[in-house]
Nanobody
Framework: GVEVMESGGGPVPAGGSLRLSCEVS????????MGWFRQVPGKERMGVAG????????SYASSVKGRFTISVDNAKTTLYLQMNKLSPDDTAMYFC??????????????????????????WGRGTQVTVSS
């Protein structure tokens, strides 16, 4: 099956930078969309940034626009999130998702999948980012 694995999280002081990576393996299909989400305890998982490879659309949540940059390698097997000017509000578990159906899109940083194809949205286990003030 498809495996998704995030890395690169850790502690960082406010104003600092981190680069997260997400490796996708085991898929016979190149992902159609990929994205980053984050979640803090007790709250919903929210979209941070996403890419729709069908049209090259890149979308960011307003809270990270101008500070975070999403990118992918040519093989579409590794997704990155460069995070600059981090603040304590960015503290969260960061998750990567890779979608193996073309029924996906990205809006305001959120990677959405047609509910009929939800099983083709593959998640990693997350990497913790902790920003100290």
């Amino acid at each position: 099956g498809v495996e998704v694995m995030e890395s690169g999280g850790g502690p960082v002081p406010a104003g600092g930078s981190l680069r997260l990576s997400c490796e996708v393996s085991g898929s016979t299909v190149t992902p159609y969309c990929m994205g980053w989400f984050r979640q803090v305890p007790g709250k919903e998982r929210m979209g941070v940034a996403g890419i729709d490879f069908s049209d090259g659309d890149i979308s960011y949540a307003s809270s990270v626009k101008g500070r975070f940059t999403i990118s992918v390698d040519n093989a579409k097997t590794t997704l990155y999130l460069q995070m600059n000017k981090l603040s304590p509000d960015d503290t969260a578990m960061y998750f990567c998702a890779a979608v193996t159906t073309p029924r996906c899109t990205v809006v305001d940083g959120f990677l959405a999948v047609d509910p009929k194809f939800h099983e083709q949205k593959h998640w990693g286990r997350g990497t913790q980012v902790t920003v100290s003030s």
